[in-house]
């Protein structure tokens, strides 16, 4: 080791902190950490391992999983101080399993491109700064925050981050808090609520004797995945329910549906008015649920009405209607590509009555509970808060905005100037642990550190049942030094405020344990301090109590309009989510580049979806790049040409696109949100994301399709071989 | 093996697997994959990526079917063969087929590896030696199910830059330029079942070993366990199923029950069962 200041002696002492300092961090109920940053001498060699670090064995640690808002808890295998692999908590409520996403969050945790220290723009680029300097910078800049001239612009936050960022904002006298996630179920809340009076009520899955699903993704990204899929399990074994998807192009979902139907983007409503005209002609379902204002309209959608609005056949609607009447109690969904239309909120209206024509109202659709501490629950998002935001932004009423776990440089439309209006903020503090689209726009970015490495807290959205506060420890020392946690961050930034009540908290920790500390006896079911944060800890989870709620009844208009053509535009845009890059959040992680979409099999890059017929009336094969142009702009991609597509559809995958975001992310695909003609939801204000309309040309390239396998079909081989539900329930049927 | 061994029990090591082998099997890892069940989610697959330290080869060689995911998540359209129909639309949705190696017990890749690098465990393993793999891509060339993957070049430097290599798992190697890899059942996770059991000084249980692909499936659609233990779940449903190993042709009871193996005609006596996927019509 010559020319270097390191002695063997202190290599081994290095060595055996790594292990073992990174390992206690992450533990329960262990003594205290001592790492050399506190210059302690003291060394605990491997020889006299403590009992819970062995060398060479794993031991897991309870965390959750951040990388979309479901929030399901995790367990993380720790072995000589790394986080190595990542499960489903078993007990956690949305447990067990994981999705690909949650199995990839590692890759961000320990991503190449994570931002490692405060950055700061000096002369237009941003540069890195120390986190004095950073502090200083705020000091100077955002001292307009004071007078309400501050927002916070986030993803979903919950928990006991969510409480401090509102006594933040209340300390600066600013109410203004978006939450936005391109990826919602807000026109489906708006319904729920004007409906039965409960914006997310239970759906019963694992009741159901058929789901009908209108563009509704639950396997896929709709809500809460990970939860639906095991409802879906226990949907699916005993007396088979029937799954039908109505939706313009293929989902997860509808990939594994008995019966998947086409139909024209938009008039998912005429379709269920349409099932609703066949339930109560043909088969003799009680209209009497449904107010005669309701039965009315629903008398005006004749089947043939029904299909030449949205090329749904008749007899589909028949056969729908006969499963929905056989097999009862039923329950009928909707989702993002029934929603995200100016008409969004009618389609929502018109599943929801089927529901209450059904009387699944009650049956498979519950009243939810709602978990008693209320400034704990997740602020979920939505895209009106992108709109109200931009809109806000763009008439100069901020001199500052934090961005946080969200990127809506990235995913607003071109139309919306977003860069622009986001550029008028005089000064934008962006924290952030990837340097994305909106964090490269800012004028001040701070480090966070990765959910795997801080505290948290964190309450799933989507908890009709039980309710609990899902706990993150760290499951290692963090990769840099100079990443904070949100938490931290804002704690740090209420004490500078001068707020009361935070000076004596050293860190987010100790305000974490003083909160869990101060919860009522009957959530610590008579543990003292120690022991309940220890059983929180362990848990990965504290059952929270909850408050019952109930539903009621009021059908609205189920009124819809009329279908308008094209024109100089015929093909319906239709930007898919999916569960490998959900809103582009997930484009630096390569295990979900690599990883085939779940449909058409492609990696690494973005795809045109387009039916045979479109393909052949514009002379296209797979692997021809196509242009897809909307009044908004134009992108090119390859197609892939299957009948999983509404022949009038153009169904393009989100995520990809990125001009910034990582070496993985970025130049790599295209963006379809980018493209979209400005468009609303006109009850609920949600930005119509299916409403687009494009026309589609050849540009005379090809080449071979990233796509995974060589044949489509089976060639006649008992790869996979398909029996009927009948076979199924006289075998294995209840 | 001496030579005394093989000429006193010579009629012993000529028992071909429809007689039960010349193994004395101590384990007989097996799987049961229910179709009705699996979604195609595709979180089977990335979770073996995560488990088992599976490079990212990148979209070049992605395309060229250099990709090394050891569980592949393969879609397959409905055909007229198939029961599907000339339709306007996919109706019955997707079929969806987890495929990883299958672990047959007549597999046909050991046989024709020049330096014994593929062979048959006493556990019911199809392993792969890496440090004695030459590259011949024989194994590959007969699997036939296509689950033998080829590290083509070295990809450790481009794959894990920092800090991404410390996911790692340390349980198991990183493969290197010039070798054959595959599907293991998750074996790092066998061997720390195992040797959990013996320090406890009991039998391997089931439960006790779970591989990454089945402890992730927000379905559970896949059961891994011991074909030997007749009290292991993935035993009872390959009973339920009326499927036994050492077959070509199921003799089942009743025709309708699910339980089936790919390419079971070829003599390869796969240990994973998959379950018939169910459409309503």
Same mark, same amino acid.
């Given at each position: ?734 | ?32 994959? +229910? ?6 989610? $595709?979180? =089977?697959?990335?979770?073996? *990526?995560?488990? #088992? &330290?599976? !490079? ?66 006493? +556990? ?6 890496? $440090?004695? =793999?030459?590259?011949?891509? *024989?194994?590959? #060339? &007969?699997? !036939? ?137």
């Amino acid at each position: 080791m010559s020319g270097s200041d390191i002695n063997r002696r202190d290599f081994l002492k290095f060595m055996g902190l790594g292990g073992v300092g990174a390992a206690t961090l992450s533990g329960c109920d262990m003594p205290t950490t001592v790492t050399l940053e506190e210059g302690k001498e003291k060394v605990v060699a491997y020889l006299a391992p403590e009992e819970y670090a062995i060398p060479g064995i794993g031991v897991t640690f309870a965390s959750t999983c951040q990388q979309c808002p479901s929030g399901c808890g995790v367990h993380g295998r720790v072995r000589e101080g790394r986080v190595l692999k990542l499960e489903g908590n078993p007990d956690a409520l949305n447990g067990k399993g994981l999705c690909q996403m949650g199995q990839a969050s590692l890759q961000g945790h320990y991503n190449p491109d994570r931002i490692t220290q405060p950055m700061a723009r000096k002369n237009g680029a941003l540069v890195p700064v120390s986190w004095e300097d950073a502090w200083k910078l705020m000091q100077e800049k955002a001292s307009g925050a004071t007078q309400g001239r501050s927002a916070w612009f986030t993803g979903t936050v919950s928990g006991h981050q969510s409480v401090l960022l509102a006594a933040l904002n209340d300390a600066w006298g600013s109410k203004d808090h978006y939450v936005y996630e391109a990826i919602n179920n807000a026109v489906g809340e708006a319904v729920n609520k004007s409906v039965l009076g409960d914006a997310a009520p239970a759906y019963r899955l694992d009741k159901a004797k058929a789901v009908l699903s209108f563009g509704a993704d639950f396997l896929g990204t709709w809500v809460s995945p990970v939860h639906f899929s095991r409802e879906y399990a226990k949907f699916r074994t005993g007396d088979r329910g029937v799954l039908i998807q109505v939706e313009p192009k293929m989902t997860l979902t509808g990939g594994s549906a008995d019966l998947w139907v086409a139909a024209r983007p938009g008039t998912e409503g005429v379709v269920a008015l349409g099932i609703a005209n066949v339930l109560l002609s043909k088969n003799q379902v009680d209209g009497k649920k449904l107010p005669q204002v309701a039965l009315d309209v629903i008398s005006q959608y004749s089947a043939d009405k029904v299909t030449e609005v949205s090329g749904v056949p008749g007899d589909t609607l028949v056969r729908i209607a006969k499963y929905l009447k056989e097999r009862s109690p039923s329950l009928v969904l909707s989702g993002e590509s029934a929603h995200g239309h100016a008409n969004g909120y009618q389609n929502a209206m018109a599943a929801m009555m089927l529901n209450v024509l059904l009387g699944n109202v009650g049956e498979t659709i519950e009243a939810s509970n709602s978990m008693v501490f209320g400034e704990l629950k997740a602020k979920h998002g939505n895209s009106k808060a992108m709109l109200d935001f931009a809109a806000a932004a763009d008439a100069g009423k901020y001199d500052v905005v934090f961005f946080m776990g969200a990127n809506p440089v990235y995913t607003a439309p071109v139309h919306l100037g977003m860069a622009e209006k986001i550029a008028k903020v005089p000064f934008k503090v962006a924290l952030s642990m990837f340097p994305d689209e909106t964090t490269m726009s800012a004028d001040l970015v701070l480090p966070l550190s990765s959910p795997y490495e801080e505290w948290a807290t964190s309450v799933s959205p989507y908890q009709p049942k039980e309710a609990a506060i899902s706990m993150s420890q760290p499951l290692m020392k963090p990769l840099s030094a100079e990443t904070k946690s949100l938490g931290d961050i804002l704690l740090s930034m209420l004490k500078y405020q001068g707020v009361k009540g935070y000076d004596g908290f050293d860190d987010y920790y100790a305000y974490l344990r003083s909160e869990l500390n101060a919860m009522p006896g009957s959530v610590k079911a008579g543990k003292d301090n120690d022991a309940f944060w220890s059983a929180a800890v362990q848990k990965g989870f504290i059952k929270a109590p909850t408050k019952s709620g109930t539903l009621k009844v009021s059908v609205g208009d189920v009124k819809q309009g009329g279908y308008q053509a094209g024109g100089d535009y015929p093909m319906h845009l239709v930007p898919t989510s999916n569960q490998t890059m959900y809103d582009g959040r997930n484009a630096n992680l390569p295990w979900l580049q690599e990883a085939p979409d779940q449909i058409t099999k492609i990696f690494w890059d973005s795809w045109v979806e387009i039916h045979p017929k479109t393909a052949a009336k514009l002379g296209v094969k797979e692997g021809d790049f196509v242009r897809v142009e909307s009044d908004q702009g134009a992108i090119e991609a390859q197609v892939y040409i299957y009948k999983g597509v509404h022949v009038d559809a153009v169904a393009v995958p989100m995520g990809r696109g990125h001009e910034e975001y990582g070496r993985y992310a970025k130049g790599n695909g295209v963006n379809p949100l980018k493209i979209l003609s400005p468009a609303v939801d006109e009850k609920s204000g949600e930005l119509a994301t299916h409403a687009t309309r494009v026309r589609i040309s050849k540009t005379g390239r090809s080449e071979e399709l990233p796509r995974l396998g060589g044949s489509e079909v089976q060639v006649g081989r008992r790869l996979v071989s398909t029996v009927s539900a009948d076979v199924f329930r006289r075998t294995e049927g209840v | 093996m001496s030579l005394k061994n093989i000429l006193e029990n010579w009629s012993h090591y000529r028992r071909g697997h429809e007689e039960g082998g010349h193994h004395d099997y101590e384990h007989m890892w097996g799987m049961a994959i +229910d179709l009705n069940k699996c979604t195609g989610c $595709n979180a =089977c697959s990335v979770a073996c *990526y995560a488990e #088992n &330290n599976l !490079p990212t080869v990148g979209k070049d060689r992605m395309r060229k079917g250099q990709g090394l995911h050891w569980l592949r998540m393969e879609r397959y359209w409905d055909e007229p063969e198939m029961g599907g129909d000339e339709k306007e639309y996919q109706e019955r949705g997707g079929s969806f087929l987890p495929m990883m190696c299958q672990h047959c017990n007549a597999a046909t890749c050991e046989p024709v590896c020049p330096v014994a690098a593929t062979y048959h465990t006493p +556990d019911g393993l199809n392993a792969q030696v890496y $440090n004695r =793999c030459i590259g011949s891509r *024989y194994c590959s #060339n &007969n699997c !036939p199910y296509r689950l033998r993957y080829f590290n083509f070049y070295s990809y450790y430097e481009e794959s894990w830059p920092e800090p991404l290599n410390m996911q790692l798992n340390p349980d198991l190697s990183v493969r290197d330029k010039g070798v054959m890899e595959k599907c293991t059942f998750c074996i790092q996770r066998i061997r720390t079942g195992k040797d959990t059991a013996q320090r406890e000084g009991r039998e391997v249980k089931d439960g006790d070993v779970v591989t990454a692909c089945a402890q992730t499936c927000p379905t559970e659609a896949i059961v891994f366990g011991d074909l030997l233990d007749k009290d292991a779940q993935v035993t009872k449903l390959w009973k339920a199923q009326e499927v036994e190993l050492g077959k070509t042709k199921q003799d089942k009871s009743n025709g309708e029950l699910r339980g089936y193996r790919v390419l079971e005609g070829l003599n390869t006596d796969p240990c994973v069962m998959y379950l018939d996927r169910v459409r309503e019509a």
